[in-house]
């Protein structure tokens, strides 16, 4: 609830919808799962101490490419398959800023990082809100779907609208800059090695809010995911009173790649 009601404050003065969701606790009135307006995809990230911007970044990596692959920490294995976009909170100290972030993909050399292209946005479709819960152990950033239909090559600039059927990972890495990966959690019982997550498909022309466990326990709890809910309204026929499901998600311990 004190999430919830976070979330609707930060958001309330560039929100139009309509009303959705049943789930654990009722979406406030014009907003639907999670406080998600039609539209947007709003994803909580939580953690088992408060986050530690100083020594990590935390990503919400989604394939939007339709090929049902899941973002992954065998980068040289995949050639960064998956990576198509990043959600991140990262900082410094006790401040912090959240980014969403489109992936440039290296043809000649593939195994290398892809390049980072920060997407421009504005209040009405990016929110960050640093403590969603209250104990400074789970962020919330909620975004228009529009800010996704960017295509950084070869000339950065908007593109269709990408495909409605999406797969994703979470990850903490260490704080080393744009694009530098080093891995220290995701979710999955292997954390930054195998074995790792697959993602279930997400259609995105769905009305849900699911929340998927961590598993791994690295040595500093503020690098340990605890779970990723992601929450999504969709356009056309957004959810109405009733329809929106809070799942949790429980991924089987010996369910590898």
């Known amino acids: 609830m004190i999430r919830r009601l976070a979330l609707l404050i930060g958001v309330a003065a560039s929100i139009v919808g309509a009303a959705c969701g049943r789930q654990v606790t009722p979406s406030p009135a014009g907003l639907g799962p999670g406080g998600t307006p039609p539209g947007f995809v709003t994803v909580f990230f939580n953690v088992a101490a408060p986050f530690n911007f100083s020594s990590y970044q935390y990503h919400v990596v989604f394939n939007t490419t339709n090929d ?147 598993f791994f326990t690295p040595s500093d709890p503020a690098a340990q995911i605890s779970t990723i809910e992601i929450a999504n309204n969709p356009v056309v026929n957004p959810c109405s009173s009733g329809d929106a499901r809070h799942n949790h998600v429980v991924v089987p311990r010996d369910l590898g790649r």
């Open 68 to 214: 049902g692959r899941t973002p992954s920490t065998d980068t040289l294995q995949t050639n960064w398959d998956g990576f198509s976009y990043t959600l991140v909170a990262r900082g410094n100290g006790g401040t912090s800023f959240a980014q969403a972030v489109a992936f440039l993909h290296n043809q000649q050399n593939p195994h290398v990082p892809p390049v980072w292209f920060p997407i421009g946005t504005t209040p009405q479709t990016f929110f960050y809100n640093l403590d969603a819960n209250g104990t400074g152990t789970e962020f919330s950033i909620r975004t228009a779907k529009t800010v996704f239909n960017y295509n950084p090559s070869p000339t950065p600039s908007p593109t269709g609208t990408p495909p409605e059927i999406w797969t994703f990972n979470a990850f903490v890495t260490q704080a080393s800059g744009s694009g530098q990966w080093t891995f220290v959690d995701s979710l999955g019982n292997g954390g930054p090695i195998d074995p790792q997550f697959v993602s279930p498909r997400l259609d995105m022309r769905t009305c849900f809010d699911n929340t998927y466990y961590g």
